[in-house]
């Protein structure tokens, strides 16, 4: 069995709140997942689960448009807001073709991200030059997130803390897949280590981190929504808990989560009954 010093995630389970989260989202996971709905149409809450965490993933960037206009449109090139909401369809949409390589290579699956994030802004006169795409920022580069203010790492200290970072999840943790994803997603958005498009390339990876433990296998909880629904100022309040590395600040931090993966867990649910109904 592993110990703390080897496996440090495992203790963060005991800090407080966070036995009471997991508990809760395992219940509604299982919940929704037992819908009878899921037995034969998962594909479509599946499909729909990336399309409602996208639009919320992007609300939290700054992009707040309503679900039926991200549905209906196919041009994403406009303006910041329309890159923004594409990024995030994109990395919705990549997140399943990575679980093969993810636990082998983190590093590796968070560079492809930013550049499926970036897609040709670098090259086209979007956010930047094209050689700042799908690597870690380096001295005297500025960093684009509007919604993060806290003090950027340097760079070296942000190679540093990437590399702890993909040692722990390549090792693997006892610690319950909501404690790893919600440090995954903490983690980044404290180290921002790209030029652009942190904030989803987070929230993707704690997509993939939630799907790729067994938590979510179908990927039909999508925490992105309830983040979103919880708002930007809760999401920030949550986020400087997790950068104060209090006890409580942590624990509060992967609580928050927790509860959007059970509101995105009501979304999925929401779907079900619609589906059920002949509604949608």
């Known amino acids: 069995m592993s110990t703390h010093a080897s496996d440090p995630l495992a203790s963060l389970g005991s800090l407080p709140g966070v036995a009471e989260a997991v508990d809760s989202v395992r219940k509604a996971v299982d919940r929704v997942y037992g819908h009878r709905v899921m037995r034969r149409r998962s594909n479509e809450i599946s499909s729909e689960a990336a399309l409602r965490g996208a639009r919320g993933s992007a609300a939290l960037s700054g992009a707040d448009w309503a679900l039926e206009e991200v549905r209906r449109r196919t041009d994403f090139s406009a303006d910041a807001e329309a890159r923004t909401v594409g990024a995030a369809l994109r990395l919705g949409a990549e997140a399943g073709q990575l679980l093969s390589i993810w636990r082998q290579s983190p590093l590796r699956v968070l560079a492809r991200l930013h550049l499926v994030a970036a897609g040709d802004a670098g090259v086209l006169g979007g956010t930047g030059p094209g050689d700042?795409?799908?690597?870690?920022?380096?001295?005297?580069?500025?960093?684009?997130?509007?919604?993060?203010?806290?003090?950027?790492?340097?760079?070296?200290?942000?190679?540093?803390?990437?590399?702890?970072?993909?040692?722990?999840?390549?090792?693997?943790?006892?610690?319950?897949?909501?404690?790893?994803?919600?440090?995954?997603?903490?983690?980044?958005?404290?180290?921002?280590?790209?030029?652009?498009?942190?904030?989803?390339?987070?929230?993707?990876?704690?997509?993939?981190?939630?799907?790729?433990?067994?938590?979510?296998?179908?990927?039909?909880?999508?925490?992105?929504?309830?983040?979103?629904?919880?708002?930007?100022?809760?999401?920030l309040a949550a986020f400087e808990g997790y950068l104060s590395g209090t006890p409580e600040g942590v624990g509060a931090w992967i609580a928050h989560c927790g509860r959007s993966v059970e509101l995105g867990v009501r979304e999925s649910t929401a779907v079900c009954e619609a589906l059920q109904r002949g509604a949608a």
Do not use: W
């Open 132 to 235: 700042t795409v799908g690597r870690p920022r380096l001295d005297g580069e500025t960093v684009d997130e509007p919604l993060i203010d806290a003090p950027v790492p340097t760079p070296a200290e942000v190679a540093g803390r990437l590399d702890g970072l993909a040692e722990l999840i390549v090792a693997g943790s006892e610690a319950p897949a909501l404690v790893t994803a919600a440090v995954i997603h903490g983690e980044l958005l404290a180290l921002r280590p790209f030029t652009s498009y942190n904030g989803l390339v987070a929230r993707a990876a704690e997509r993939i981190a939630l799907v790729g433990s067994g938590l979510d296998p179908k990927a039909i909880c999508p925490a992105e929504v309830g983040h979103a629904e919880q708002g930007r100022a809760a999401y």
